[in-house]
């Protein structure tokens, strides 16, 4: 199978639905284990896009929320929420069929605090100094919850089963 071709005719078939064009296929020993279009517009959930939604599914079929051994197919570079979770399943590969560059003449997606020219220069500011505002409101017994989890885990730091650098 031409997992590629799925994914882009998965994301085709979503536009002429009413969605966006973003799709994503998840294929694992040679098989599609999960796929999903971009759902952002079908259920106003602006974290809805094709990769969390792909993701999820992928991970509740292993019962795991690791993704090793997989390659991700997608259908353009991954916005930052969805790299973030990209990186956070740890899938072998992740295979994109177009750039920004290539589809921004016919479509774009900037927001009040969210456009891709400057959202990578955005991520790496410190917090107190990004567009969007933030507050720090230090609690010494937010952190009591870690210390907690840490305890329940036989004093653990890392998740059981996250495979480490």
């Known amino acids: ?15 002429e639905g009413g969605g966006r064009p973003f799709a994503t296929v998840i294929v694992r020993d040679g098989e599609i284990l999960a ?3 971009n759902r952002v517009a079908q259920t ?12 999820r599914a992928a991970c509740t079929e292993l019962g795991t929320e690791h993704l090793t051994g997989t390659t991700i197919y ?10 973030g979770a990209l990186y956070y399943c740890s899938p072998d590969e992740v295979v994109f069929l177009t750039t920004r560059e290539e589809y921004e003449p016919h479509y774009v997606d900037d927001r009040k605090y969210f ?12 917090w107190d100094a990004r567009r969007l505002p933030m507050r720090h409101e230090a609690r010494a017994d937010a952190v009591d919850v870690y210390r907690r989890w840490q305890q ?9 089963g996250a495979i480490a650098n």
Not at 2 to 15: E, K, M, P, S, Y
Not at 44 to 55: F, K, M, V
Not at 119 to 125: A, M, Q
């Open 1 to 15: 199978m031409d997992f590629a071709q799925h994914t882009i005719d998965l994301a085709g078939r979503n536009v």
């Open 35 to 37: 796929e999903s279009p």
């Open 44 to 55: 106003n959930d602006p974290t809805a896009h094709a990769e969390i939604l792909a993701i």
């Open 74 to 83: 997608i259908l353009a570079l991954p916005c930052p929420m969805c790299l």
């Open 115 to 126: 456009e891709f020219d400057n959202f990578y220069g955005e991520f790496g500011k410190p």
């Open 152 to 160: 329940l885990n036989n004093g653990e730091r890392r998740v059981p």
